[in-house]
């Protein structure tokens, strides 16, 4: 029996014998195709060549592409694990002809390799034609010795590929393999039926559909074809089952071993859909998706949930999943290395969302069983829209999730509720874009002339004579105006505003806000003639903080790549004059060895002195660039601005502001590391006067904790803060060496003290503990007296007193001390402190037990004299009151009060 590793090689083998260049496989995550969530077809990566728009330095080639088909058009979610043949990741097989060869080589080819070299059955081979394809046919009758009976031609739906609704498209040809045991008829092919099975489609890519639906021969016609990798290994292996072949064999057993389940009945389909998923997670995740609450991510998560959902029916309640991935690795990493690259970071993330979903996924199902049991009592058959909601928005149930166990007992979830109850918190999520929106309309018409503006924030200049062409009041207070020429930054990838003034009428007019349609808003004014000839001011020293702050943001990007690993991506970023903040995925703290590390590498680039450029490119050219970053998700237009910070470390695709040298951005400072969410990391730092304000701040903290402290405990510390230049104008903040021994000399001067404050409040804690202890053992020494002068009542003692304590532990602490001496009796201590009254009340065991008497009761009847409560137990309760006036009164009721519970 041929291993899955054979045939794999055998098909790239075969292909390049034919001439075929043998590539590896693309991204799983689609990063130039934004119109994709995951790679879904070995012909992803060649779309620009059948668009037209890109070529390749190569006529022929073949592979193994990595594909996720868990969503959109191609999704079998609901058959994956529950039949034998679909999946949410598989291999596609494919060789690809762009104007070489055409479909004599591709349907000559795929028949030599299937019966010559695997020595298939021919006579469970059928194939499919598109009805006008007759050359397709009549290739198959002569080139071929394919029993003729078994080529069936069907329609647009089963043998016409296209792309999209406009652009190349062409015939198909498919071929099934008959896994019947007595052989299967024409009527079983494209029947759905799960024994007759296609493995390979060949597709001719010959026309181009225009907008009116017309078709028009390309002058270059294309071969694409895919084999599904899992099914041919089926074939191959003679197994009834995608699940049974050694593709899936391993992570079957590791789950056998864990889970104590035997693969059969009612566990098979649970291992199957784990087994799968596990795939799906260790692919998407070794090539740069996390899962999260949007988009990929969002997906992503939806898999790795019902997954977990499928290991309770295994009885698996604790993470488990994360414990397939080291057998993955070892069964495809050589194929696939960058699994075996990221094996750790997999392994971590799969184990942080198990452990997040496992908190909230027994309380969920028990939402679901007890609506479930409910339905049963009533007889309805459609669970609650509303349960259903509640199970997605507390306790992270996926709706497709909720649906399959509602469906696996027979029941439908009444989608029109839900969809209602998600399109109501999705309103109150959009509160920020409706504010958007509402400025946008009130803005209706600037909007119209706003690309007549030319916008150009990256002149260094500080000021430019322009003109104001448009303006429209908004509110009673803001203005929002259009400059021909505009020079300041609008907000954009985590860069923030430019600050600034407008000259209007020889007076500067700070301006509020510039938003994304470069309507600057500035206070209330009219223009009774348009255009305006205005100076516009962009604060540039603000500026150039920022500019130091997003320059050092790309090279941090760069520095947590080196020292934590390629699995660094920006989820996040804000940057301001003062600081800059950076969000990414990584599942650990941060020690002080990797922050020193990237401090370091930071550091080195900066006094390095490198020139920072940019350029504007084509997308098409920049995506070229080696290892330039970009973040899927954004909308590039067909140009893009690219940043460098030297070739070989930092490219980025970015259209914000920076330094022109790296020695302008000074000192880079860590001054914060934290965890924003399962799986996401973020590090705060400073820069140029960001490091100025660190000092500063350091010696006002300094100087607080010196005065709070006595003498004796600051003594050892000399500080001269005085001499400390912290004037930004004189401090020169490229002198990265005084800067960074300044900031570690305060930082250690601040640790020390921090520590020794500490100590002075535990020396503290503990002298007052002493004085409390010492108060109640004297205290202890007049209880007898105090006993000694109390009433009998009923034949048992009654005691009062007051006692001079500081707090109402210790008076509590006395109160215990009496009920101890009292043989059998009640009593009531108090003491006045900042004009409140504080009461103990005690009862002795046996009266609780004969008399029924309770501490709790005559605090809290004391109490009320005073004008207060409280209450407590029957052995000893607390009080409280404020009316000091009635405080003989309360202690002369007591006996009182005990009398009326006899």
């Excluded at 609506?371 to 509303?386: A, Y």
């Excluded at 947590?560 to 660094?568: A, D, E, F, T, Y």
């Excluded at 709790?856 to 009320?864: E, M, P, S």
Aim: aromatic letters at 10%; hydrophobic letters at 35%.
């Amino acid at each position: 029996m041929k291993k899955s590793i054979e045939i794999r090689q055998d098909f790239l083998d075969f292909f390049a014998s034919k001439n075929h260049k043998i590539i590896p496989s693309a991204s799983v995550i689609p990063y130039n195709d934004p119109t994709l969530i995951f790679t879904n077809a070995g012909m992803n990566q060649f779309k620009d060549v059948f668009l037209g728009t890109g070529t390749r330095d190569y006529k022929r080639c073949a592979d193994t592409q990595k594909c996720i088909r868990v969503s959109g058009k191609h999704n079998d979610l609901e058959e994956v694990g529950h039949d034998g043949y679909h999946h949410t990741f598989f291999e596609m097989l494919g060789n690809w002809s762009f104007g070489d060869y055409y479909k004599k080589e591709a349907i000559e080819w795929a028949w030599e390799l299937l019966t010559k070299v695997w020595k298939l059955d021919k006579n469970r081979l059928w194939v499919t034609y598109f009805r006008e394809d007759i050359e397709t046919n009549e290739l198959w009758e002569k080139n071929t010795d394919i029993d003729h009976s078994h080529i069936l031609k069907f329609d647009e739906k089963d043998n016409f590929w296209e792309m999209g609704e406009t652009g190349p498209c062409g015939p198909c040809s498919e071929i099934h393999y008959d896994f019947t045991p007595n052989g299967c008829k024409a009527a079983d092919v494209n029947s759905a039926n799960p024994d007759v099975m296609e493995i390979w489609n060949l597709v001719f890519i010959q026309y181009n559909r225009d907008s009116n639906g017309n078709l028009h021969e390309l002058p270059a016609k294309h071969v694409d074809t895919g084999m599904g990798f899992e099914r041919m290994v089926r074939v191959l292996q003679n197994k009834s089952s995608n699940y049974l072949t050694d593709v899936f064999e391993p992570l079957i057993n590791v789950l056998i071993n864990i889970t104590g389940k035997e693969y059969s009945g009612k566990y098979e389909a649970s291992m199957n859909v784990i087994a799968d998923h596990v795939r799906t997670l260790t692919f998407a995740i070794a090539d740069g998706a996390i899962p999260g609450n949007e988009g990929r991510g969002y997906v992503l998560r939806r898999v790795l949930r019902r997954a977990a959902r499928y290991g309770r029916n295994l009885d698996m309640r604790k993470p488990f999943i994360y414990l397939l991935v080291d057998t993955l690795v070892k069964t495809m990493g050589h194929v696939f290395p960058e699994i075996a690259e990221k094996k750790q970071f997999v392994t971590e993330v799969i184990k942080g969302e198990e452990e997040s979903f496992n908190i909230t996924l027994d309380k969920g199902l028990a939402l679901f069983n007890d609506e479930s049991d409910r339905m049963k009592i009533s007889g309805e058959t459609i669970f609650s829209g509303n349960v259903a909601f509640k199970l997605h928005d507390t306790y992270g149930f996926p709706i497709d999730l909720t649906q399959l166990m509602a469906r696996e007992l027979g029941y439908m979830v009444d989608m029109d509720i839900f969809n209602k109850k998600m399109e109501i918190a999705r309103e109150l999520s959009r509160v920020d874009k409706i504010h958007d929106n509402i400025e946008r309309n009130e803005y209706d018409e600037l909007l119209k002339i706003t690309e007549d503006i030319i916008y150009n924030p990256y002149e260094e200049s500080n000021e430019i004579k322009t003109d104001i062409i448009a303006f429209q009041n908004k509110f009673e207070t803001i203005t929002g105006i259009l400059l021909k020429n505009n020079p300041f930054y609008k907000a954009s990838g985590g860069q923030v505003n430019d600050d600034g003034t407008i000259l209007i009428n020889n007076n500067e007019v700070k301006i509020f806000n510039i938003n994304s349609n470069n309507i600057i808003e500035i206070p209330k004014t009219n223009f009774n003639v348009l255009p305006v000839r205005t100076i516009a001011k962009v604060n540039i020293s603000r500026r150039h903080s920022i500019n130091r702050n997003h320059s050092a943001t790309h090279i941090l990007h760069e520095a947590l790549r080196r020292v934590l690993g390629s699995h660094i991506k920006q989820m996040g970023s804000y940057l301001d004059d003062k600081l800059l903040r950076f969000d990414f995925p990584h599942f650990h703290k941060l020690n002080k060895s990797e922050i020193i590390d990237i401090e370091q590498i930071v550091n080195d680039k900066i006094s390095e002195n490198i020139q920072v450029y940019s350029e504007e490119l084509s997308i098409e050219t920049a995506n070229k660039i080696p290892n330039v970053k970009k973040f899927f998700g954004d909308k590039y237009g067909s140009m893009v601005r690219v940043v460098y910070i030297d070739e070989n470390f930092s490219v980025e695709f970015c259209g914000g502001t920076h330094v022109k040298s790296t020695n302008d951005i000074g000192l880079f400072k860590i001054i914060k590391e934290e965890s924003i969410s399962s799986g996401t990391r973020r590090i705060f730092a400073i820069t140029g006067e960001g490091i100025i304000d660190h000092i500063n701040g350091r010696v006002v903290e300094i100087e607080r904790l010196l005065a709070e402290l006595p003498a004796e405990y600051s003594d050892n510390i000399r500080l001269s803060v005085e001499g400390l230049n912290t004037d930004f104008n004189k401090y020169d903040f490229r002198n990265s060496e005084k800067l960074a021994s300044d900031i570690k000399y305060y930082d250690s001067s601040l640790h020390s003290l921090q520590e020794l404050k500490e100590k002075y409040l535990e020396d503290k804690r503990q002298f007052e503990k002493s004085l409390a202890k010492q108060k109640v053992n004297d205290a202890a020494e007049l209880i007898d007296g105090l006993i000694a002068s109390g009433v009998e009542l009923n034949g048992f003692k009654v005691v009062t007193g007051k006692f001079e304590v500081t707090n109402a532990d210790e008076l509590k602490e006395i109160a215990d001390k009496l009920r101890e001496k009292l043989k059998s009796g009640v009593g009531m201590i108090y003491t006045v402190i900042d004009d409140k009254i504080t009461l103990c009340t005690v009862v002795t065991d046996d009266l609780i037990k004969s008399k029924k008497l309770s501490a709790g009761k005559l605090a809290t009847d004391t109490a009320k004299i005073l004008g207060g409560g409280g209450g407590g137990k029957a052995q000893l309760a607390a009080a409280g009151g404020k009316d000091i006036s009635k405080l003989s009164d309360a202690v002369s009721s007591f006996p009182e009060i005990i009398m009326k519970y006899l």
